[in-house]
């Protein structure tokens, strides 16, 4: 199992990122995948995550409706577009991978850097 984690970067406040994620060793249709993250000092919290059969989505209450986790499935990728971003976004963000039926996220990614400055 591999998640390649891409996309970071540095940009402004108020700007846009596009983070990927590529799968590959896994049957994504029975799996649910996430976007977490991981402030200096801080704990790693949750992002957002999709259910690859049926698309369906969750987000952090702190980036809904400007965070968007959505997949490819020709590609076997997860995206997060992170728009209107700030500074407290700064973070490295991890993806990551659980069976549909397991609480556990099981695999991960390496971690992709977002800094956002004012």
């Known amino acids: 199992v591999q998640l390649q984690a891409s996309g970071g970067g540095s940009v402004q406040s108020g700007g846009s990122l596009r983070l990927s994620c590529a799968a590959s060793?896994?049957?994504?249709?029975?799996?649910?995948m996430g976007w977490f993250r991981q402030a200096p000092r801080k704990e790693r919290e949750f992002v957002a995550a999709?259910?690859?059969?049926?698309?369906?989505?969750s987000h952090a209450d702190s980036v809904k409706g400007r965070f968007t986790i959505s997949r490819d499935n020709g590609k076997n990728t997860v995206y997060l577009q992170m728009n209107s971003l700030k500074v407290e976004d700064t973070a490295v963000y991890y993806c990551?991978?659980?069976?549909?039926?397991?609480?556990?996220?099981?695999?991960w990614g390496q971690g992709t850097q977002v800094t956002v400055s004012s």
């Open positions: 990551a991978a659980r069976f549909f039926n397991n609480m556990n996220w099981t695999y």
């Open positions: 060793g896994l049957t994504l249709g029975r799996y649910y």
């Open positions: 999709i259910r690859w059969s049926g698309g369906v989505t």
